[in-house]
């Protein structure tokens, strides 16, 4: 007659008395360093075994079958350790089962977004990488809590005696909010571990750059990004646009005389000391910006066009994160 044993969730399987024979082995090799007294083992597995066909029994649940294994452990009262081992080992399976349950649960209602709670606004806990996120931070707090930090903290922070800020950065690391050195990174290109940037070379690519370092760094961390003078920071690139674009205002709307203008501008190792005093640098353009009043009025039309333009995207860029 084959038995059937239900587990705690419910869930039946076939009776194992191999199962004993392994929760008493490990019990007694706690106690003693070996399995010496291997034979206790084989002797509680065989007992149990005895008592379902005596009392044939058809279906039993898991405390009962570890109930069992206690009284034939504690009552003789000849190996006192090693029921007290066993006790502790099912203790301690039993926190181990209901702290995997609770993370399970906790994983699911963070994947099926059954709580959004929407902690961090740089996340979108409906969205299926907010659900992703959550759930690694799920993990991540849970391991910090029960691996890392010490039980007393584990215990304020459980009861809000204490809050641990970044709690899910906790083994790695923990930092919050943080303001971008865009001024550098802008300037001098940057690295994204799967390929370098160049730095920026007009307004445009500026402000693209800008939404996707923003984006990039929300993704490596919990608390805000922020840029501290962006408008400063974007001088430089505006005037490279200038400068672009009244090289182009030179080229297409200027008489033929300027068109030696547009030449040595692109060309300046072809041209004289005496010709480059604003020529080839843009903190000089407006030096010389009414040498042609139609190039300088379309410079600066295309280049305010380009600005609104390129915060436009940075805007778009930035609300789908």
């Known amino acids: 007659m084959e038995i059937t044993v239900v587990k705690r969730d419910g869930t039946e399987m076939p009776y194992d008395s191999n199962k004993i024979l392994h929760a008493v082995c490990k019990a007694i090799k706690e106690v003693d360093g070996d399995l010496t007294r291997g034979y206790l083992a084989c002797n509680v597995a065989r007992s149990v075994d005895s008592y379902m066909k005596e009392h044939t029994v058809e279906c039993i649940t898991v405390e009962e079958i570890q109930d069992l294994v206690e009284n034939l452990l504690i009552y003789p009262g000849d190996y006192p350790e090693i029921a007290r081992a066993y006790i502790r080992y099912r203790y301690k399976r039993e926190l181990a089962r209901n702290n995997y349950k609770e993370l399970m649960d906790t994983i699911g209602e963070k994947l099926n977004a059954t709580n959004v709670q929407n902690q961090n606004a740089n996340v979108d806990e409906h969205s299926f990488g907010g659900r992703m996120g959550e759930m690694n931070s799920a993990v991540a707090r849970k391991y910090a809590l029960d691996y890392i930090i010490s039980p007393m903290a584990k215990e304020n922070h459980l009861n809000n005696m204490i ?73 430089p690139y505006v005037r490279k646009s200038f400068y672009k674009h009244y090289k182009d205002g030179l080229k297409y709307v200027s008489d033929d005389e300027l068109q030696y203008k547009c030449f040595f501008i692109s060309n300046p190792e072809t041209v004289s000391i005496e010709e480059t005093s604003w020529i080839g640098n843009p903190d000089h353009i407006f030096n010389a910006m009414y040498n042609d009043k139609k190039a300088y009025k379309y410079a600066m039309a295309m280049t305010e066009r380009e600005i609104y333009q390129a915060v436009e995207a940075m805007y778009h860029n930035l609300n789908t994160l």
């Open 163 to 235: 809050y641990i800020h970044d709690l899910d950065h906790y083994a790695v690391g923990s930092h919050n909010c943080l303001t971008i050195p865009f001024d550098d990174l802008l300037a001098k290109g940057f690295n994204t571990r799967q390929t370098d940037v160049r730095p920026a070379q007009s307004v445009s690519t500026a402000f693209q750059l800008v939404a996707v370092i923003f984006q990039l760094q929300s993704l490596q961390q919990f608390g805000g990004v922020s840029a501290s003078h962006l408008d400063w920071t974007m001088v």
